[in-house]
């Protein structure tokens, strides 16, 4: 209960000025939902999110990245592993350090892992097939920068499309993850597509800043997508206030 609360004021600390807001998409060979982050970012804050290269070694003063999904690099060796090491995760890895909130989905939760900005690893489906469909999720902790507009506990709807999805710690790291409450999203009521052990589908890290997940929250936002329940995840990120019940 402790570690929540430290989470909370971690997140109150980090809420930008809505006014001010600005994000930026990291861009890798073989990722193939930027366009779709770039459109969810822009619709709901209003503003363009600014795009970094691979080989940039710097990003501008922003308050929130995000690192899309995809097949960044082909996939080869790891998912992840190639795009871990290039230059601007260098980068992003010195703006999280800083404070600066990172959200990587599907390939960008392998970037993360890869870049030991999140602990665990992401593992094969325990089916061995590509995964594309939709699943419920439980909100594990509402207590951070990226949930603080989601109820505790709340069910929500998330597509799904990957086929290394499979979270797996050691004992020591999963009881430190699951104690500090670093688990913010779980797999619910039986639609856990990959085998994660804990039903665990994103976490973030010590400092409540840097999150990861695996299913695509961008790509279920408005009446088009057939719902909205990823978009407060990003209007939580944004500093954005909790929408009224429609």
Not at 47 to 68: G, Y
Not at 131 to 142: D, M, P, Y
Request: hydrophobic fraction near 45%; proline fraction near 5%.
């Amino acid at each position: 209960m402790e570690r929540r609360l430290e989470l909370r004021e971690l997140a109150e600390q980090q809420r930008p000025s809505y006014s001010a807001m600005k994000s930026a998409v990291v861009l890798l060979p073989g990722l193939n939902r930027d366009r779709d982050m770039i459109a969810a970012l822009t619709k709901i804050s209003g503003k363009a999110p600014v795009t970094v290269w691979q080989t940039d070694t710097e990003i501008p003063d922003v308050d929130l990245i995000a690192i899309p999904g995809g097949f960044s690099f082909g996939d080869y060796l790891r998912c992840g592993a190639i795009a871990a090491r290039m230059p601007v995760m260098r980068a992003v890895a010195e703006k999280a350090a800083k404070g600066v909130q990172v959200v990587g989905v599907c390939n960008g939760f392998q970037i993360l892992v890869e870049a030991g900005l999140l602990p665990g690893a992401l593992m094969r489906n325990t089916s061995l097939k590509f995964v594309c469909r939709e699943v419920k999720l439980q909100v594990a902790n509402a207590n951070t920068a990226f949930t603080r507009n989601y109820a505790p506990g709340q069910i929500i709807r998330a597509p799904v499309a990957h086929h290394d999805g499979n979270y797996f710690a050691d004992a020591d790291t999963l009881k430190r993850v699951e104690g500090e409450g670093q688990v913010v999203f779980r797999y619910a009521e039986g639609t856990n597509p990959n085998g994660s052990i804990n039903d665990i589908a994103g976490i973030i890290n010590a400092g409540g800043n840097v999150l990861g997940l695996m299913p695509h929250p961008e790509n279920l936002i408005e009446a088009a997508h057939g719902g909205s329940d990823g978009r407060a995840l990003f209007e939580s990120a944004l500093g954005m206030p909790l929408r009224a019940a429609a």
